[in-house]
């Protein structure tokens, strides 16, 4: 079964720094593209940034471009996000995303449990 896994959320002061990573099993990570989304409250969840398979190219929200940087390891099965010049604006629950085709399944979006993010003084 196929299983993703955020850490690395808190509360930190505008201008802070955090990395949150994503741990995933349950297929073949090296073969994917990853995601990182967000949602705040009353807000529709958006797009971050996103890496593809072998991590050779990535896309940025333009409200996150020079501030945040998406990465993978695939010996370790692990997509992350370093996140600096924090804004207030940030705060948000942010997910780990992988969309997977299978035979039998079709096209099937996965999520993770969310990891919180508040930016505040």
């Known amino acids: 079964q196929v299983q993703l896994v955020e850490s690395g959320g808190g509360l930190v002061q505008p201008g802070g720094s955090l990395r949150l990573s994503c741990a995933a099993s349950?297929?073949?990570?090296?073969?994917?593209?990853m995601s990182w989304y967000r949602q705040a409250p009353g807000k529709e969840r958006e797009l971050v940034a996103g890496i593809t398979s072998a991590g050779r190219s990535t896309n940025y929200a333009d409200s996150v471009k020079g501030r945040f940087t998406i990465s993978r390891d695939n010996a370790k099965n692990t997509v992350y996000l370093q996140m600096n010049s924090l804004k207030p604006e940030d705060t948000a629950v942010y997910y780990c995303?992988?969309?997977?085709?299978?035979?039998?399944?079709?096209?099937?979006?996965?999520w993770g449990q969310g990891t919180q993010v508040t930016v505040s003084s």
């Open positions: 995303n992988a969309d997977i085709y299978t035979a039998t399944t079709g096209w099937v979006v996965y």
């Open positions: 349950g297929f073949t990570f090296s073969r994917h593209a």
